[in-house]
């Protein structure tokens, strides 16, 4: 466990499309003092109503990206990526300005956000970093989906997918949340979708800025992207980045074992809801301590 919060050491930006409005939008992260956690801030909105903090409870939406809405109806979409690969370096306080509604897609993946905040640097700083430790298992079901929180020494994500198309079929991914690993087994994997589900969800208003450059499309058993897959379990990989991602909404990270069954961003948001809403399950230990003092959580209702 890191001892002490992190911080970027300068500000860096890049610009992108958003997977689906299709608007580009450009996005900024600056560095943040102890204690601010991850918060976004919408530059072309007013003052008063632009900040929109990383947290579980601001989920407005779940359907194919996590969308946080504030008290003032401010959103900032498809968050997940960005949220991976800054709980994947251990970024505790960031201020992510972005200028439009949607977190730019990029290629699909963590790649560009983990270059991006390799770029910028981190930087401890001198409070100490506090883990939300799961004490027992916490588990949401609805039909053949399940997700669950389980107690585990570290953090562990255990995705278990299944789809109709050949080229995904089944697919199941472990992977151990700490050093390198992240950026090494996941943070590549690309978003993806079944050719069949396209006009379906541009229909809705969704998709309207993806493209073979930044989503692994499947067609039965082939996969249409011309340089193929980046693992062979790619699909899966992907999932387990916005696990990671949506789990980041916890404000703290998370010390435990995310187990879970044709899983997405609904489950992985209700699991996290259920942990917090049990405080038998959960408590909060300092860094650098063994079971340690249990802390109230200073985030259990939505900021404002």
Do not use: W
């Amino acid at each position: 466990m890191k001892a002490h919060q992190t911080t970027i050491k300068q500000s860096v930006s890049c610009k992108g499309i958003g997977l689906h409005s299709g608007v580009d939008a450009e996005l900024t992260l600056r560095p943040a003092p102890a204690g601010h956690g991850v918060v976004f801030r919408r530059v072309d909105v007013d003052d008063a109503d632009a900040l929109v903090p990383a947290h579980f409870a601001l989920v407005a939406s779940a359907a194919y990206g996590t969308t946080l809405r504030n008290a003032a109806g401010v959103e900032v979409r498809t968050v997940e990526h960005l949220m991976a690969a800054l709980a994947a370096a251990g970024v505790d306080n960031v201020l992510v300005e972005i200028d439009g509604i949607e977190i730019p897609i990029m290629d699909g993946s963590s790649a560009a956000f983990v270059a991006l905040i390799e770029a910028a640097g981190l930087q401890s700083q001198a409070a100490t970093r506090h883990y939300v430790r799961v004490l027992r298992p916490v588990e949401v079901v609805d039909g053949d989906k399940v997700a669950r929180l389980l107690p585990h020494d570290g953090f562990q994500i255990d995705c278990d997918i299944v789809f109709e198309a050949a080229a995904i079929a089944r697919q199941r991914f472990v992977f151990e949340v700490r050093g390198e690993a992240f950026k090494a087994e996941v943070a590549r994997a690309r978003t993806f979708t079944q050719a069949k589900d396209i006009e379906a969800l541009r229909a809705h208003g969704l998709a309207l800025g993806g493209s073979l450059d930044n989503a692994v499309v499947v067609d039965g058993g082939d996969v249409l992207n011309p340089e193929g897959l980046r693992f062979a379990d790619e699909c899966v990989r992907h999932k387990a980045l916005d696990v990671l991602g949506d789990l980041a909404l916890a404000g703290m990270p998370l010390l435990g074992r995310f187990e879970g069954v044709k899983m997405g961003h609904a489950m992985n948001n209700k699991v996290l809801r259920a942990l917090f809403a049990d405080p038998s399950a959960y408590d909060i230990v300092p860094a650098g301590t063994g079971r340690g003092e249990v802390v109230k959580l200073p985030i259990a209702a939505a900021p404002m």
